[in-house]
């Protein structure tokens, strides 16, 4: 016996569609992708367009709409609520700058972050620092989240495959970042979220991405409860 509602698990893999394409997507294309006929992919955006989780240009593409930043708003202070002990933990285990970064647009954006308790020399990866999404660890980590495309560089095609992303020096020179995808249902669509550490060249990689990819494990758990 299905267990899944067939019109809801359309809706919510529509929304998924309009958030992999930044540039839109038309109803033709969604129907395509979702293998169903335009009237059916047509009565789905209505139906999410009153919802105010997708809008519609004059010009005809689909992208999301306001709503999903409402309920992205909703999930952070959730998220940090489970996570904030699990990246202290991280923080500790791997004496580097602890964080998670959500995707903003076309930038990675760090919304919370712990320090190691010794006085080590610490990297200014802050709260609301923000960078492009195809530089540094934790944009790679989110973009190889997504599902693989043709213009993919090979950095991203590498965090793919391994499940992390490491970076030397691409945002301040000497710092080494370490990130990894949260990988749970509740994050998609409207929040892509990372976790890593960020230190400078005497931080020992191999830890780093035991703990890292072990954490995200963990909050994708908790995340997902």
């Known amino acids: 016996m299905a267990t899944t509602l067939q019109t809801l698990d359309r809706g919510l893999r529509a929304l998924e569609i309009v958030a992999e394409h930044a540039e839109g ?22 139906t999410l367009e009153g919802r105010g989780l997708i809008t519609r240009t004059r ?39 602890a964080f998670i970064s959500v995707a903003q647009g076309d930038e990675c954006v760090v919304i919370m972050e712990a320090e190691p308790e010794e006085g080590l020399l610490r990297v200014g990866y802050r709260v609301g620092s923000r960078h492009p999404l195809k530089r540094g660890a934790a944009g790679i980590a989110i973009l190889a989240a ?9 950095a991203v095609r590498q965090a793919r495959t391994e499940g992390f992303s490491l970076t030397r020096g ?3 020179r000497g710092a080494v970042g370490v990130a990894s995808a949260i990988a749970s249902p509740q994050v998609r669509p409207g929040v892509e979220a990372c976790v890593g550490v960020v230190a400078m060249d005497d931080l020992d ?4 991405i035991r703990e890292v990819m072990d954490h995200a494990g963990q909050l994708a758990d908790l995340i997902g409860q």
Not at 146 to 154: A, F, L, N, T
Not at 205 to 208: E, G, H, I, N, V
């Open 25 to 46: 997507v038309t109803i033709a294309e969604l129907a395509e992708q979702l293998a169903v006929h335009r009237a059916i992919a047509y009565r789905i955006v209505t």
């Open 59 to 97: 010009e005809g593409p689909v992208r999301l709409g306001a709503g999903i930043s409402l309920l992205a708003s909703r999930f952070e202070p959730q998220l940090r609520g489970v996570a904030q002990p699990l990246l202290q933990r991280l923080a500790r285990a791997t004496r580097a700058t």
């Open 146 to 154: 997504r599902p693989p495309q043709p213009d993919d560089d090979e």
């Open 170 to 172: 691409q945002l301040q």
């Open 205 to 208: 990689t191999d830890t780093a």
